[in-house]
């Protein structure tokens, strides 16, 4: 993730906030939940090259866990995808492609923190989104829950590749997710995400305070922060992760060590 080394103490933080310690290990789809809860924010399925909480990472619970190549006959990296499919379907956490088009999971409490950042309103659709994104939001918006093939015939988006964009842009900007998956034949069912959180969507926040939250969230749960971290595991840009991280230093929260480098304010001596 990173070439420069941590403390041992901040390391012993995230084996136990990111759940890389065997005895704290992902299991169930309610551990993952908690997980998530925790956390904040996670990625689905990424291991130690990529920054940040992951799912995956908390399934195999150790530090050092690297893909395989196949991951088909790999045991954890199945177990991954049907938690990721269970939590999907239960709806208690926000699931979808977000910044970067990573598939990630978002806790309630953060949401709105999210959507300030990433989510266009309705009146400012036309502008932010794609004429292909545009039609299948609004087919969305009339028969609320879609099978992919069906969506992509309902929409007119019928090449697959511009339909695939425009999901993946309506994800990026919060307005669909995923809510089911159904393996035989394999299709996504999609929905409206004010429909799945319409409280958490119709909050109002602040981008500034949205941008203090995420870095809250992320520095928390990783106790110190390298250059550029958090940007690399919320998918803000390094100027919006440091407005974050800046007004934590400044009501206290964490510490400046040194440019691009922080620390929780209640951690003792990172060496």
Avoid at 25 to 51: H, K, M, P, Q, W
Avoid at 100 to 129: C, N, Q, T, Y
Wanted: glycine share 6%.
């Amino acid at each position: 993730m990173t070439a420069t080394p941590l403390p041992e103490q901040i390391e012993a933080h995230r084996d136990r906030m990111w759940r890389r310690d065997e005895d704290l290990r992902v299991e169930s789809a309610i551990d993952a939940e908690r997980f998530i809860a925790d956390v904040g924010f996670a990625n689905t399925l990424t291991d130690t090259r990529r920054a940040g909480p992951s799912l995956y990472i908390a399934v195999c619970g150790r530090r050092d866990v690297s893909l395989p190549r196949n991951v088909q006959k790999d045991e954890e990296t199945r177990l991954t995808w049907y938690l990721k499919d269970e939590v999907m379907r239960r709806g208690r956490v926000y699931y979808a492609k977000l910044a970067g088009g990573r598939s990630m999971f978002v806790a309630p409490r953060l949401i709105s923190h999210f959507a300030a950042v990433w989510m266009p309103r309705r009146k400012d659709e036309p502008e932010a989104l794609s004429v292909p994104a545009q039609r299948v939001l609004k087919v969305l918006r009339r028969e609320h829950e879609l099978a992919t093939g069906d969506l992509r015939a309902e929409s007119g988006v019928t090449e697959r590749t511009v339909f695939t964009r425009a999901l993946d842009e309506l994800q990026r900007q919060m307005k669909v997710i995923p809510q089911d998956v159904i393996y035989q034949p394999f299709s996504y069912i999609w929905m409206l995400a004010e429909d799945r959180f319409a409280e958490e969507l119709r909050k109002r926040v602040a981008r500034k305070t949205a941008l203090r939250e995420i870095a809250r969230a992320y520095l928390a749960g990783a106790g110190m922060t390298l250059l550029g971290e958090t940007a690399r595991a919320s998918g803000l840009s390094r100027v919006e992760a440091g407005s974050g991280n800046h007004q934590l230093v400044d009501e206290g929260f964490a510490m400046r060590i040194k440019q691009g480098i922080y620390a929780l304010a209640s951690s003792s001596k990172t060496g």
